[in-house]
């Protein structure tokens, strides 16, 4: 039954954009792409990242104690989601100041927003994070929710992340007021609206390709270039055993750099001091080993 929910919600947005095919697309829009049409490739989710999403749970709701008369919606099965983006316009028609887990959509791209309360000149989005400040992807974040709502007619006044105050010590009882921090950072997500349009446009595109993109480590963003190398790894042509790509503590930075003067295997590199002294290291092992084979 799960299994057949799961699908369900699978072809239901086979070909819509959501936050986190979004932002999937930005760590390498090959993933995407695997997502849309490969998925059996994709990697379970590993306990650490489980243990991440569990701990992001347990913080939510000393955040949400922030906001008054919230109205909480979210979805249980493939019936409710379809039917969230109608009841989170119900909930706002009757009167809500402030709704947590709502579904906006325009066309084919969609969200789930953890909080969206009024103010004075509009609404207030705030991102719910268990760490201790704001960071540059939940920049990219908030801006592809900001333009589904105002496509979906929610004019955003500000943009903020709830997050832990890392100067919190408890005494006694939680106290949701000082446990949470709020860092508003409105301007550098509309910095980003214009590029994030262009981006959305885009990662549509790879949706509705019947070609995977250059899976190409190096293209990998947001420090993803470990996760990415272990799903490109059971891809076609396989990564040669002396790739630049194969030493150890490699990123995606580093490599782009030594392709673009020429170089994509190990024994071509002549300089180790483009190296980390970790990666040169090993590259001098692997040098060492190649030489007894």
């Known amino acids: 039954m799960v299994f057949h929910w799961f699908h369900q919600f ?12 979004y932002m999937m697309f930005l760590r390498h829009p090959a993933w995407l792409w695997i997502k849309k049409h490969a998925r059996h490739l994709l990697p ?15 913080f939510e709701p000393y955040a949400e104690e922030l906001f008054g008369d919230l109205v909480r919606l979210g979805f249980s099965d493939f019936s409710e989601y379809q039917a ?3 009841r989170t316009l119900e909930a706002w028609r009757n009167g809500a100041n402030a709704v947590t887990q709502g579904r906006y959509e325009d066309g084919t791209i969609t969200c789930i927003s953890d909080i969206v309360s009024r103010s004075d000149d509009g609404y207030v989005l705030t991102e719910i994070k ?35 105050n890392r100067d919190y010590v408890r005494n006694g009882e939680i106290n949701p007021q000082e446990l949470v921090g709020i860092t508003d950072i409105t301007d550098a997500v509309t910095e980003q609206l214009e590029k994030t349009r262009t981006r ?39 990564i040669v055993q002396d790739n630049i790509h194969r030493l150890p503590f490699m990123n995606a930075e580093k490599a782009s750099e030594l392709i673009a003067d020429g170089i994509t295997k190990i024994d071509e590199i002549s300089d180790p001091s483009v190296l980390g002294k ?16």
């Open 200 to 238: 959305i446009d885009q990662a549509l595109s790879v949706v509705a390709s019947g070609t995977m993109p250059d899976p190409s480590p190096e293209r990998a963003r947001l420090r993803s270039y470990g996760e990415w190398l272990e799903i490109r790894e059971k891809l076609d042509p396989p």
């Open 10 to 21: 699978w072809e239901a947005n086979y070909t819509m954009l959501s936050k986190s095919d």
């Open 130 to 164: 268990s760490g201790t400040s704001a960071k540059p992807e939940h920049t990219f974040d908030l801006a592809f929710q900001r333009v589904v709502l105002e496509a979906a007619g929610f004019p955003i006044a500000r943009c903020e992340v709830a997050h832990v």
């Open 44 to 58: 379970p989710i590993d306990p650490s990242l489980q243990a991440r999403f569990d701990e992001g749970h347990a």
């Open 278 to 293: 970790s990666t040169s290291s090993q590259k001098s092992r692997f040098s060492t080993l190649r030489a007894f084979c």
């Open 84 to 86: 969230l983006p109608a």
